[in-house]
């Protein structure tokens, strides 16, 4: 179902983002070493690069799309290029989220992507700021020059995807909804304060909010970068917004089926947290098909749009499809 | 030595700023209310809000100058206009940065402005997020609308701002110069890593990194936003780099002289961290000519590009003075 071409695209892409992000991320003698070694640390434990692939899809995708229609515009090199950093940019915002999450003080992880997580290693106070220089040096790489060049709009273009990305990975997004998860699992608890607990439709929004707003933004962006129109953004919104529930629909599976040396990562983890998950809530046979759902609804808006002949849906189907 | 009119022109441009701050962060009900509730406890907390006056104040001094030149730019108010949103976020900016500074992980403080910290109320995964929130925030705020106006390149001004300010509390400023604080402090051990020590050099290094980048950023932002020239805001920079100077050493000096209720902070705290001091590595005395040294330079910085008249000067004379 995912096509041989689509395996050589995907390790293409990875290259390129593992090469770019490492020649953009601060590095010794400038950056404290210290620092540094704790950023590459968690950046370099062999993640999926789900994100970043989408953004560089997504914006090949647009113009694939203006290579079919009439006064096409810029070509599939130099969209991958303009949408280079902000590839870069989610995968750093990412990763951040992904070491603060595994802090004692939230979800208390001690196993990520089959290596013990950063705080373990180097401390929870290193781990804190090695996630807050990510997410800073991600907005940093977005606002980089080139500001002017052969699209007038270039400077208007990166507010776009800075805005987009900032309000998806902040108190509205991902931050919000990891606020939320904290809340319900009791993890905090505030004198005075009944722990709420979250049905069917708060599970939804609290991970539309924490994974879902991340995904969306990573495919907009690359198609903000290539110029899309706001109808090619609309529907590439609603593609994304169907792979993310998608996403974690299938981690959720992935955390009662899973064992721990595929995933990388302690399964089981959700049930022993006592946290509300599709499974839990719909069953094993009845999440399986929400995710063939989205998954159908995800190939109707990129259809709709004319932009379906390209790698996005391949995106989708591995997400469906993956193991880890 | 510090006019009246100053003292007014101060509480003006706070409640300018507390004001947009309000009006501009996520409320409830779309951010999730605990979230809310703890990014507002931290940013009520009744700071100096010296670093958004600073940049409010830069961006006036630019159009004053501009007044006395022939063909005048812009107002005074159109120049605050353009400048409050950068003001509000490094005002969220520095907020972050106290919350994360203050977990247990770091510093390790429970009192802050008089208040017990954050974490203290909400919890250290709370208090986290807030943190994470503010930060995020503060860049969406940076590339909101408008993007365009009379000001024909207001969206490059944007970007010059976004990444000036994302370097500035990034790896190599802000953040980095805390990694460098705690590794030095020994709050993080790490096995088969010696503890640094540092020296006079490395001390003012560190905080250059720690304090005063974000200070410059502060000054250099309004001056880009009211469109000065590179001479004014290399000018400013240098200015800005001589305030964050005294402010450290002020700051050292305080810890040793004041008494925590005037303080709102724990005194002492830094002799009982065995955290290196200008007043232990100098004296108070000579602590005390470093810092009217530098205040001179300041004056000149200004001076030589003809930016003298205006209320830069008296925040650099309010950071001397100051009392907490």
Request: net charge negative; with cysteine.
């Amino acid at each position: 179902m995912i096509p041989e071409s689509f395996q050589d695209y995907v390790k293409r892409q990875r290259e390129v983002i593992d090469h770019a992000l490492h020649a953009w991320l601060p590095a010794p003698p400038v950056c404290p070493p210290l620092l540094a070694e704790a950023m590459n640390y968690s950046l370099d434990a062999g993640g999926k690069r789900l994100r970043p692939i989408l953004v560089l899809a997504a914006a090949d995708a647009i113009v694939a799309a203006a290579d079919r229609a009439p006064g096409a515009a810029a070509s599939s090199t130099q969209a991958h290029g303009l949408a280079l950093p902000a590839a870069c940019a989610i995968e750093l915002i990412h990763t951040y989220s992904l070491i603060h999450d595994d802090l004692p003080a939230m979800d208390d992880d001690t196993l990520r992507r089959g290596r013990p997580t950063l705080h373990v290693v180097y401390g929870d106070g290193i781990a804190i700021l090695a996630g807050d220089g990510l997410l800073t040096e991600a907005f940093a790489l977005l606002a980089r020059e080139p500001r002017a060049g052969a699209e007038g709009d270039l400077a208007v273009r990166k507010l776009r995807v800075i805005e987009r990305i900032a309000a998806a990975a902040g108190a509205l997004g991902m931050v919000g909804g990891q606020a939320v998860d904290l809340e319900a699992a009791g993890t905090t608890e505030i004198p005075g304060r009944t722990r709420p607990s979250l049905d069917a439709r708060g599970l939804q929004a609290m991970h539309a909010m924490k994974t879902g707003a991340l995904i969306r933004a990573s495919a907009v962006s690359g198609a903000i970068m290539a110029g899309g129109s706001d109808a090619q953004l609309a529907a590439v919104d609603r593609f994304a917004s169907e792979v993310g529930l998608v996403f974690q629909i299938v981690d959720d599976i992935l955390d009662v089926e899973g064992a721990a040396d595929q995933l990388g990562k302690t399964a089981g983890k959700d049930a022993a947290d006592d946290k509300p998950t599709y499974p839990l809530l719909f069953g094993l046979e009845q999440s399986r098909r929400l995710a063939s759902e989205g998954i159908a609804r995800a190939e109707a808006a990129l259809g709709e749009a004319g932009l379906a002949e390209n790698h996005l849906m391949n995106i989708a189907r591995w997400v469906l499809g993956r193991k880890n």
